[in-house]
């Protein structure tokens, strides 16, 4: 059974979005106008997307940079791609996906149909997509989905979703606006939440990015004293958004300066950034641009009584915590261009120049 939006007999069979025909370049985006309309099932809902953004993790999938066998930073193949062994861990799940992929991990859109078993009073709501989704495999076990990679995600004109994964939001906010809240900042979130960040000394490394962004408005409203790692021409833009202090790239780390760090590059100053961490303190990733690989002595780890964390799992909280502080007007958008669907390409290209501060919007509906 589904129920439609109160006034529509029907909605298209056919719709146009962007697709992923599989790992590689640039040239694995495919522009169609003949995708099918999904038909949402029991527990699911129907969203007509109004917009979405660009993300790290839309690249890495394309690229297969989440691959075991690619040891280089991000940007290494972001064009042309990488070659995974038979793409059969290309994805950051290590699972092999299914092609064609519509990607796009962040949607903001409105619920036009919903399936057996959701409430028809969910029909026009306005609503974000949760990015990390938790499915259950029996009994206690889970595993962890990203939107738009182990399901069809934002790129497209319509979408679907279980319904407990839209999230209603009341925001005068643009669609634009929105669509970039559910991947970076709920990663952010994520991350400070785990590393349980209060009003203390924090570093963000990749601090003009997406996720980098999102932690400085965060650790901030958490009371936090926000050093961000940056170039010296985007330092203001990110003083503005509420960093107390910030460092150049390539400049040294000052030693046993800060409490917690979070962070997005590792690569080969990974070991700074260990250095500048306090006794007993914390260290947290959930990223790697500048290189996955890096070297760790024991000694330093056990000796100084250091806790490492990993961060991708989310609590459905996390999301709700998100929603929460977007009504409440505790966070910003920062978007830098915005580019149609059928431009992702073009964006895509903007995006790895990496002259921008915050996220690139995509205009879907």
């Not at 006034?7 to 056919?14: A, K, L």
């Not at 989440?66 to 990488?82: E, F, M």
């Not at 906010?173 to 009003?199: H, K, N, Y």
């Not at 940056?230 to 833009?237: D, L, V």
Request: with cysteine; aromatic share 6%.
């Amino acid at each position: 059974m589904i129920i439609l939006h109160e006034g529509e007999m029907t909605f298209p069979d056919e719709m146009c979005g962007m697709v992923l025909t599989g790992h590689g370049g640039l040239d694995r985006l495919a522009w169609r106008d003949d995708l099918a309309v999904p038909r949402p099932g029991p527990g699911e809902v129907l969203i007509r997307v109004g917009a979405a953004s660009v993300n790290n993790t839309d690249v890495n999938t394309r690229t297969g940079w989440y691959s075991k066998t690619v040891r280089g930073d991000t940007a290494s193949a972001a064009v042309g791609g990488h070659e995974p062994g038979n793409g059969v861990d290309g994805s950051w799940s290590g699972k092999p996906l299914s092609f064609p992929r519509i990607q796009g991990a962040d949607c903001c859109g409105e619920i036009v149909a919903v399936g057996e078993g959701v409430p028809e009073a969910r029909i026009g709501e306005r609503v974000l997509v949760r990015t990390m989704q938790t499915r259950k495999t029996g009994g206690d076990d889970f595993e962890v989905w990203t939107f738009g990679s182990e399901c069809d995600g934002g790129f497209a004109e319509y979408t679907k979703i279980g319904s407990q994964d839209a999230i209603a939001v009341n925001s005068k906010l643009s669609d634009v606006e929105l669509a970039t809240f559910p991947c970076a900042f709920s990663t952010a979130e994520g991350m400070i939440q785990r590393a349980g960040v209060g009003a203390e000394r924090v570093l963000i490394t990749g601090a003009s990015g997406g996720v980098g962004s999102a932690a400085i408005q965060l650790a901030k409203r958490r009371g936090a004293h926000v050093t961000a790692v940056t170039s010296a021409s985007k330092a203001p833009e990110l003083k503005a958004l509420g960093a107390d202090e910030t460092l150049v790239r390539d400049e040294a780390y000052p030693e046993r300066r800060f409490d917690v760090v979070l962070d997005l590059v590792g690569g080969a100053r990974w070991g700074d950034l260990i250095e500048a961490l306090v006794d007993r303190c914390r260290y947290v990733t959930s990223g790697a641009i500048a290189g996955p690989i890096v070297e760790l002595d024991l000694r330093t780890l056990y000796l100084r009584d250091l806790t490492l964390l990993g961060s991708t799992y989310q609590p459905d909280t996390i999301f709700t915590d998100l929603v929460g502080y977007i009504e409440a007007g505790e966070i910003r958008p920062v978007v830098s261009a915005t580019y149609p669907l059928k431009d992702l390409r073009k964006a895509q290209e903007a995006f790895l120049e990496k002259g921008f501060v915050g996220k690139i919007g995509i205009e879907v509906g």
